[in-house]
């Protein structure tokens, strides 16, 4: 189990504790402290601030992306993801603590070493983890300051241009190309939240990211996504679920140490198992049903207890709809996944293979996409029991029994590789948002199929992306205007590059 350095930990406490104001104006106003710090312990914090805290975790990743793709649930109107409705903080809480945390550090960390005349393994981690940073931000909400971000004190740029979505995934593909190209013998030692050292991993987990990326433009540039798609298969991506990219957290103390998602768990008790996501467990008696759900009034893992949600309906609605309260339905279960010591994950193996399948699948790769799906399908079961050491193992027969009813469908293996993907994404909700905008499987219905939301600000569309802070018109105006007249009105339905 990996571990995190309680005195590394401390030492990003006394880096990055400090709240900071949401204005491009306000970053990086004194990093002259933080440069005298070795690097490596500024790698440790960086590594924690994209985990996130409870804020952004709350907000953008449960409340917003998991309602939407419809793994969860909620009759509390404030999770505004289940109705399409609009609360500005809550959609641009990733934005809002992404830049004056996680971008400041990467773009200080890369500045050091520049600086230092470091060029080898530090440095190729931190162009990885620098694109890793950027592409989740861009994935939500699509042109984004880019190449001027974070720059504040080091170029005196207060007011970054938006770059286009397009030149910003140019970049990060060949940044990850870069960064692996420069990894070597040296590791980052006890700051290295994620592979604790191992660079071998490293250069899996970046060729993973560069297969991610690259299948991301499939509908904007397939060409671009086949080229990117087949240099990263052939550099060596992730092999096993040993080769998954985590922070294993810790109970304490409270802050960043913490998985996000956890305290949100521990905060809130609204959040349930969509019907959408139960009814896919249920219907092919998947054995991770017990793992992920529990049934909320006394915590039974029975199948016969466990009802999901159904998505878009109010308290009140529920109840004169179906006659149940809340209570009576699913929720993840707090005794495996909602620890505040649970690992938050970034990339899977069983992700890999997925988009392997598809890669075959397009015939961009010469690999079985039957066994690619297979592999997914075993890596994202078994991978529960490595991850939650609560979580009951999966064995090779019970995987066998699962792909034995339920076997790849030759006349719709796109709709069951990325349904899998859906399934394997489960509190990863950025990307199954993502993934899911990318390839529209699983196929959801607005509002999981129930009466439109009155109210909500789609039109009852599904959300296609989140929006920009307003804060951004009034402080960074000009760039603000041209994003929005280059990308489509500020809203939720206003689609990103890749996905038009």
């Not at 086949?226 to 060596?236: D, E, H, N, V």
């Not at 039109?459 to 018109?473: K, Q, T, V, W």
Request: aromatic share 12%; net charge negative; glycine share 8%.
């Amino acid at each position: 189990m990996k571990k995190i350095y309680l005195v590394l930990i401390v030492f990003s406490f006394v880096l990055t504790g400090c709240d900071f104001d949401k204005g491009f104006e306000e970053m990086n106003v004194d990093p002259t402290k933080a440069a005298q710090l070795d690097v490596n312990n500024k790698f440790a914090s960086v590594f924690l601030r994209t985990s996130g805290g409870r804020y952004e975790n709350w907000r953008a990743s449960l409340i917003y992306s998991s309602q939407i793709v419809q793994h969860m649930s909620s009759t509390a109107t404030y999770w505004t993801g289940n109705f399409y409705t609009l609360n500005q903080g809550y959609s641009t809480s990733l934005f809002d603590r992404g830049y004056p945390e996680q971008v400041k550090e990467i773009e200080d960390i890369i500045y050091q070493l520049t600086e230092e005349g470091v060029s080898d393994t530090q440095m190729g981690v931190a162009r990885i983890w620098r694109a890793f940073i950027y592409h989740r931000l861009t994935d939500l909400h699509g042109d984004i300051p880019y190449s001027e971000a974070g720059k504040g004190f080091i170029e005196g740029i207060l007011k970054p241009a938006y770059d286009p979505q397009e030149a910003i995934y140019m970049d990060m593909l060949a940044e990850i190309e870069g960064g692996i190209a420069q990894l070597g013998a040296n590791t980052l030692g006890g700051s290295d939240l994620i592979f604790q050292g191992d660079v071998d991993k490293w250069r899996k987990f970046g060729n993973s990211l560069m297969l991610r990326l690259a299948m991301r433009l499939t509908k904007a540039d397939a060409a671009t996504a086949q080229a990117w798609a087949q240099k990263a298969i052939s550099g060596g991506t992730m092999a096993s679920n040993d080769d998954i990219a985590y922070i294993q957290h810790t109970n304490g103390p409270a802050g960043i140490n913490r998985n996000g998602h956890g305290e949100v768990f521990d905060a809130d008790g609204n959040m349930r198992i969509s019907k959408t996501f139960m009814e896919f467990l249920q219907n092919g008696n998947d054995p991770r049903l017990p793992i992920l759900a529990a049934r909320r009034s006394d915590g039974s893992t029975t199948a016969a207890d466990l009802f999901g949600m159904p998505n878009g309906l109010t308290g009140g609605a529920l109840e004169a709809k179906y006659g149940t309260e809340s209570s009576y339905y699913a929720e993840p279960n707090r005794a495996v996944l909602g620890g505040f010591d649970a690992p938050m994950v970034f990339q899977t193996y069983a992700e890999v293979e997925f988009l392997k399948a598809e890669a075959a699948q397009r015939g961009w790769h010469t690999g079985s996409v039957e066994t690619h799906y297979n592999n997914g399908v075993k890596a994202a079961m078994q991978m529960l029991s490595s991850l939650y050491p609560n979580a009951a193992a999966i064995s090779d027969a019970q995987v066998s029994d699962y792909l034995a009813a339920n076997p790849l469908n030759t006349s719709s293996p796109m709709e069951m590789i990325h349904t899998q993907y859906w399934a394997a994404t489960f509190l990863n909700e950025y990307e199954a948002f993502a993934n899911w905008r990318r390839t529209g499987f699983p196929t959801l219905q607005p509002f999981g199929g129930e009466a439109v939301y009155p109210g909500n600000e789609t039109n009852g569309e599904i959300p296609r992306r989140m929006i920009y802070p307003n804060s951004e018109e009034s402080t960074n105006p000009e760039n603000y205007a041209a994003a929005v007249s280059r990308q489509g009105p500020n809203t939720l339905t206003t689609r990103v590059w890749w996905d038009k």
